[in-house]
């Protein structure tokens, strides 16, 4: 995308099918300035790619001129999913209860002998026609009308979608029983026969249908909803020394918060005093609860444990971690995956088709068939049948659901196409440091006298040696009481010296201490044959002792990389450090293929030189080119910004397992995508000709307007209860 582009974002209203989303979109591209537009079936929104600034009003216009309500997003009125169920299930029980009349009067004998002959001596054929036209009018002008509303005018612009299908097809099954009941003369006698129930029954299978995939879009959508939810209204915020009661909304960096026990945390930043444990399981999957100290840092939306903590803000509003998760999965779930593509092409030109075809099936009948009314229910058959709702819905909800529960997992897809791209990733390449391992070093073990410790500690207390942290943190660990040392020199590459209570100590390399005695330093020599550091410890210039410290592999890397590997994955590492730091982590873990001691810049060349497939695993800023330039990019969520900014997927708890339940989700959610449009397009392929009625001849079945409603009906509801599924993915280790 050209660095100059912009993105703009619109509300739609109206959009029933696939081919409504590609006539939005035709619109918006043949704006001026606009590079390309997609619009969502399911989330109700179209994302303009600009190359120029352009006016969103004026976009809204255009499609709002297209048929469709249109608003720039910001200006739009917040949607509520429930009150649509509501007026959907309303005008259903409406259409319900005009219709149960009509269709008892027509096909009450095709299931209780006699019925219409004894129904026929008390009401005169006549008398019913003229209660069934009052009651299927109703029925069209009320809950039905939507269906004229919008499908006459897009059928007048040249742009038919499924509400043109159905206003035509139950139309013509009016239109021609109302003829049948007023002008009876106009119709041949063999064919004076009324459909007014076919009308009803089409409206009403359909409104059902619709309400059913309202309620199923609003399940498909609660991953969002939940993580809206997330965020409290108030906080208490400390105020001259005492507590007040404000809205998060208007909380600022700096502002102090109380947060009592169980309570949830209003807004990002770190505790300032107070000790607890909150549990983040909603943010990062994660269920055990994190312990939280001063210093620590506190998510928005996560849920406080049994202690009592007092948080300072650093991040309010858009900038939180939980809004920054919301328009991931937002533009996730908004995104076209490639295989839509194919979807688009088709959708194109089906409307047309299909009425071009219900034409010629009706010709056909009128030439070869029996007469005007089984021609007319043929043509129907064949408009109803065929409304492509299933295929505008088979892909947007597997996304939809899919990156849904991706994120109620840890897993956050910035972008959707990586759903697809994931699938066919052969070849994982992890970077070590923060990756496969916990990013910091730890000391592993300390040798010879209880006194090594304290006095490493000391002198690396004024140290700023990358593994004095480590050595405070052990003495801290063990509760061991540091002294102050005096006259501390540090000694260019060998370590530091300092005075101890009169005694001189030092803590460095061996080229600090070249005496060091045999058993030492073989010792010393298996510890860096694992990888590890070793820091020698000496009085008078005498070792005494040493520390080894490593960073330590995560807990899950071994079974993370153990899994990808029984899954047909394969697994290498890619890191700056020296071979045999490597090496020896890489052997732990059972990763075979090792690339070490590859500068920043490198690591984009060696993802390249691996071949197509093949995605990265990183933290740091170091990791941003090959994150970019791998099929997918798998950024830490405990990691940099600009690593997770370079990735397309997030994984928030830093747990390489993440990658494996973003692989499976992957293979999950394409698969289910096949299987809905395998149901979608077969469907339609299988049942237009039925409608048609190419088997009567041969003595088989032909579809009736009724049944035809119902299987379209119930074709888009499978596809929607289908995508359903994916919300109990679990996973690796989920």
């Known amino acids: 995308m050209d660095k100059l582009a912009m993105k703009i974002d619109l509300s739609v209203e109206g959009m029933t099918c696939a081919a409504c989303t590609g006539r939005v979109e035709r619109v918006l591209k043949a704006q001026v ?15 303009v790619t600009v190359s120029q600034a352009v006016d969103p009003a004026v976009l809204a216009a255009a499609v709002r001129k297209a048929g469709y309500a249109a608003t720039p997003l910001a200006q739009a009125v917040v949607h509520d999913p429930a ?18 009349p009509v269709f008892v009067v027509e096909m009450g004998g095709h299931f209780i002998p006699g019925f219409h002959m004894v129904l026929h001596g008390l009401i005169a054929p006549q008398t019913m026609w003229l209660v069934e ?3 299927v009018t109703l029925v069209l002008l009320g809950p039905g009308r939507r269906f004229f509303s919008k499908g006459l005018p897009a059928l007048a612009r040249g742009g038919p979608d499924m509400n043109s299908l159905v206003a035509v097809g139950s139309g013509a099954a009016w239109v021609y029983s109302s003829m049948v009941t007023f002008w009876p003369a106009l119709i041949p006698q063999a064919s004076r026969s009324v459909y007014f129930e076919a009308a009803a029954v089409i409206v009403t299978l359909i409104l059902l249908g619709r309400s059913l995939e309202a309620r199923a879009r609003g399940r498909a959508g609660a991953a969002i909803a939940r993580l809206v939810k997330l965020a409290p209204k108030t906080a208490r915020k400390l105020v001259d020394g005492g507590m007040q009661e404000v809205e998060v909304a208007s909380l600022l960096p700096g502002d102090q918060v109380q947060i009592r026990p169980g309570e949830r945390i209003p807004a990002d930043g770190l505790a300032v005093s107070g000790h607890s444990t909150v549990d983040e399981s909603m943010l990062t999957g994660e269920p055990l609860g994190q312990e939280k100290l001063h210093g620590a840092r506190l998510t928005g939306g996560t849920v406080n444990g049994t202690g009592a903590l007092v948080m300072q803000i650093t991040e309010v509003g858009a900038a939180t971690v939980l809004a920054r998760i919301i328009a991931m999965v937002e533009a996730a779930q908004g995104g076209k995956l490639p295989v839509q593509a194919l979807v688009d092409r088709i959708t194109l030109w089906f409307v047309p088709v299909v009425m071009v075809v219900a034409a010629l099936t009706v010709l056909v009948w009128l030439i070869f068939g029996p007469g005007l009314a089984e021609a007319l229910v043929a043509g129907v058959s064949v408009l109803i049948i065929a409304c492509p709702c299933a295929m505008g819905l088979a892909v947007p909800v597997s996304i939809l659901v899919g990156t849904g529960r991706a994120a109620e997992l840890g897993i956050l897809f910035r972008k959707g196409e990586a759903l697809q791209r994931l699938e066919t990733v052969q070849r994982v390449a992890f970077d070590k440091t923060g990756t496969l391992t916990l990013g910091r070093p730890v000391v592993q073990a300390v040798v010879g006298a209880a006194e090594v410790l304290e006095i490493a500690a000391a002198v690396e207390a004024a140290s700023e040696h990358p593994l004095a942290a480590a050595v405070a943190a052990e003495a801290a660990r063990l509760g061991l009481r540091v002294a102050a040392v005096t006259g501390f020199e540090a000694v260019p590459g060998q370590g530091a010296r300092a005075m101890l ?81 490597a090496r020896a982590v890489a052997g732990v873990l059972g990763i075979t293929e090792v690339h070490a001691g590859v500068l920043p810049a490198g690591k984009a060349a060696v993802i390249a030189g ?71 397009f077969g469907y339609n392929a299988a049942l237009i000709p039925v409608a048609a009625g190419v088997l009567v001849p041969f003595g088989g079945p032909q579809l009736s307007p009724m049944l035809a409603a119902g299987a379209m009906a119930l074709s888009s509801v499978f596809v929607l209860f289908n995508a359903l599924r994916l919300r109990r993915f679990k996973g690796a280790r989920a």
Do not use: Y
């Open 133 to 135: 036209f009052v009651l």
């Open 501 to 581: 209570e009169g005694v001189a100590v030092s803590v460095g390399s061996a080229r600090m201490f070249p005496d060091l005695n045999m058993g030492l330093a073989a010792q010393a020599a298996a510890a860096q044959a694992k990888g590890q550091g070793v820091l020698f410890v000496g009085r008078d210039g005498t070792a005494i002792g040493m520390i080894t410290v490593a960073d330590p592999i995560k807990p899950s890397a071994q079974a993370a990389v153990a899994a990808l590997q029984a899954a047909g994955v394969q697994v290498a590492m890619i890191t700056g450090d020296a071979e045999a730091t």
């Open 33 to 47: 300035g606009v590079l390309d537009a997609v619009a969502n079936l399911v989330t109700r929104r179209a994302e």
């Open 610 to 680: 691996l071949g197509a497939g093949v995605a990265f695993v990183g933290d740091g800023i170091n990791d941003a080119p090959a994150l970019a330039a791998a099929e997918v990019g798998f950024a830490m969520g405990t990691g940099t910004d600009v690593a997770i900014e370079a990735g397309d997927v997030v994984l928030m708890t830093g747990d390489p397992l993440g990658v494996l339940r973003a692989l499976e989700l992957s293979r999950a959610t394409m698969r289910n995508i096949r299987e809905n449009l395998l149901w979608a």
């Open 83 to 100: 009150a649509e169920q509501r007026a959907l299930w309303r005008d259903t029980g409406i259409a319900a209860l005009l219709t149960l």
